[in-house]
């Protein structure tokens, strides 16, 4: 499946909520919904001006939606669904690889210390359509880019 409007993205992160829970601290469950929003806003505090690294922790929630049942496949198929409309990056950053990344390391490091960190975190992350302008931002970006090359 491959992402062509923010407002598809959009649906499929509503269709995260309580769609088959993420696990949690202590082996609770967490809703993936809003492990999103908390791994998307833990990021935006470390890094405020990287909303290409916000989104992909935001985005990757949707990876069990797109291949339930296949634990392995999820980063992979959430970056296939959002490269055509946010980027190399956010979809490198998202399958946990790939070029364009710039500081990779860190930045997959940050990504996956924010992931574990919303595991636990009990504070209120906002709401979706709160980055409903961020990802917009993003897609009208990537396709100048991809307009150019």
Wanted: hydrophobic share 40%.
């Amino acid at each position: 499946m491959e992402l062509r409007s923010v407002e598809e993205l959009m649906d499929l992160l509503y269709a995260c909520r309580g769609a088959g829970d993420a696990p949690g601290l202590g082996g609770g469950r967490t809703d993936p919904h809003h492990h999103a929003l908390r791994t998307a806003a833990l990021l935006r505090r470390s890094r405020p001006a990287d909303k290409e690294l916000q989104v992909a922790g935001l985005v990757q929630a949707i990876g069990p939606l797109l291949s339930p049942g296949d634990r392995t496949a999820h980063a992979d198929r959430a970056a296939r669904a959002v490269h055509f409309l946010l980027g190399e990056r956010v979809a490198g950053l998202v399958r946990g690889s790939g070029p364009g990344l710039g500081p990779a390391d860190d930045d997959l490091l940050r990504l996956r210390q924010a992931d574990e960190e919303a595991r636990s975190a009990g504070f209120d992350a906002g709401v979706l359509e709160d980055w409903r302008t961020v990802l917009e931002l993003l897609a009208a970006r990537n396709a100048r880019l991809g307009a150019v090359d």
